[in-house]
């Protein structure tokens, strides 16, 4: 894209809600230097009319932070789940074709439902509990690399890119995801996390837990943030084994 082109194209998914019919809607949209797909979107709200001329209802999307930090502009954008504020038309291939997630209850047009995976994270406890009717003083140390490790670990925005891309994730599955697993993980190295890390391990080992994983390494290309989601995958499935073994064995 130069600034000498200068309309966008582009074919957006469409439907009212949950089983509702499909249709796509094509629009040219002016182009404009360092134009993101949110712009465009924006632009569609404001002139909701198609490439024919034909005046239709703004789509319907979600948006936030524009930073890639909250994971609210989720989408699929050229056959790739992403986010939607960092993806430039200048490095998009044309017409730029924009769906919901499919692994997700549609709510309307680009919008879904992803409180499942938010029920996940309450399934494997992503939290320390700490009394807080007293002072503890200070917390735990540990060291710098431990902590570069779970500032990684700490950067999911709970996104759904991950599950999208995902094989074994879905509507009609158990497995709770890669991101639920990489929260396991990121709990049980913290030292005061780690006071409940075999009852989070207990649940990772159960029906949809790290078991289900097909190894299929989708989620790693796909993470904004590319945290080392297949990387947890694997540490939490050894400390599984080593639990199942401490429990057969004592």
């Excluded at 504020?85 to 490095?91: G, N, P, S, W």
Aim: glycine fraction near 8%; hydrophobic fraction near 35%.
């Amino acid at each position: 894209m130069t600034s000498k082109q200068a309309l966008v194209e582009v074919q957006i998914r469409r439907q009212e809600k949950e089983g509702a019919p499909i249709h796509w809607e094509s629009f040219q949209v002016k182009y404009r230097s360092n134009m993101n797909v949110i712009a465009i979107l924006q632009d569609l709200q404001l002139h909701p009319v198609t490439s024919d001329g034909r005046k239709t209802t703004p789509p319907a999307w979600e948006a936030a932070c524009l930073e890639e930090v909250c994971g609210t502009c989720s989408m699929v954008i050229n056959g790739k789940p992403r986010q939607a504020c960092t993806a430039l038309v200048d490095q998009l291939e044309q017409p730029i074709k924009i769906e919901p997630f499919s692994k997700f209850p549609l709510v309307r047009d680009l919008i879904v439902d992803r409180n499942r995976m938010f029920e996940h994270l309450k399934t494997v406890k992503a939290w320390i509990d700490i009394d807080g009717t007293h002072d503890l003083g200070p917390g735990p140390r540990y060291s710098q690399e431990l902590a570069l490790d779970r500032y990684k670990m700490s950067e999911c925005m709970t996104c759904g890119c991950c599950l999208e891309s995902c094989p074994q994730y879905g509507q009609d599955t158990q497995f709770i995801g890669p991101q639920a697993i990489n929260q396991v993980r990121l709990f049980n190295s913290h030292p005061s996390g780690a006071m409940n890390a075999g009852e989070r391990l207990d649940i990772v080992m159960g029906e949809g837990g790290v078991q289900d994983c097909g190894d299929a390494q989708n989620c790693v290309k796909v993470c904004p943030k590319h945290i080392p989601l297949t990387e947890s995958i694997a540490k939490i499935s050894r400390a599984t084994t080593g639990r199942l073994f401490k429990k057969i064995f004592g």
